[in-house]
């Protein structure tokens, strides 16, 4: 399996990252690409790629970091590294109230002009949305981007939202949330998806999947709970299924077969 979205330098997994890697692999997980949440996560991330060919990255800033600094130096010198796959993760984030709006809009206006500028070395985008998908289409479509080249990551909105993000043409992606109790519209949104729009996630160290949500942090490994729980719901066996999502990753992120 491919765990398409997680943050191997948190600081909740970084000083123990080898292990991680290798407790994902014992688990099936083959291919991991670690999200970047500003400049220098990138950078770092970066070398975490380095070190373990298993690990690809991304390379942007988070909207809820959107009060830091915005270091296009570093981003610009990782985007343009072969292990460097995606953009982002970017977007907007209307959760936390003490978060500057304003400001997240100002900084993701200027993201999507640093990637329109990588004409000939663009990387698909992966998209931070909390509450914000009736925000983020309109800015999105106004890039010029095609919708394409984008994946809604850690998805948890309405199966309206849903659909409106396949009407524009981008992926969705799943986490552990899908198999909560407490989140069965999104486990509907996941059922309803068409299979070739479809990717899974963990977003570890955080939303450990069911049956092992009380442990933290969240690693890689867990990728296949997730899986199983949407493949069970759509009515899949597992090995069509996981087939299926980790063809979409390589052709969405042009991650190499392993």
């Not at 991304?58 to 072969?82: K, M």
């Not at 993000?165 to 981008?170: E, H, P, Q, R, Y």
């Amino acid at each position: 399996m491919i765990d398409t979205h997680c943050h191997l330098t948190s600081k909740q997994l970084c000083e123990d990252v080898e292990q991680v890697i290798e407790r994902a692999k014992e688990h099936g997980v083959s291919q991991m690409i670690t999200v970047a949440l500003n400049g220098a996560d990138a950078i770092h991330a970066r070398e975490c790629a380095s070190h373990f060919e298993e690990v690809f990255f991304s390379a942007g800033i988070h909207p809820l970091y959107a009060d830091g600094e915005w270091d296009w130096n570093s981003l610009g010198t990782v985007i343009r590294d072969e292990k460097c796959v995606a953009f982002g993760e970017l977007g907007l984030d209307k959760h936390y109230e003490e978060s500057d709006f304003d400001l997240q809009l100002s900084l993701l206006e200027q993201q999507l002009d640093f990637v329109t500028a990588q004409k000939d070395d663009f990387r698909p985008i992966i998209v931070h949305s909390r509450k914000a998908v009736g925000d983020l289409l309109p800015i999105f479509k106004g890039s010029g981007i095609d919708g394409d080249r984008f994946v809604f990551h850690c998805f948890t909105e309405s199966m309206d939202d849903a659909k409106k993000v396949l009407d524009f043409g981008a992926m969705i992606s799943f986490t552990g949330v899908v198999t909560y109790k407490n989140a069965s519209e999104v486990l509907d949104v996941a059922q309803f998806m068409p299979l070739d729009r479809l990717m899974v996630e963990t977003d570890a160290p955080y939303l450990t999947p069911e049956p092992n949500r009380k442990v933290w942090p969240n690693e890689p490994k867990f990728v296949r709970d997730t899986a199983t729980c949407i493949a069970k719901t759509r009515g899949l066996s597992e090995a069509s299924f996981e087939q299926s999502v980790d063809e979409n990753a390589r052709r969405f992120f042009g991650l190499p077969k392993h």
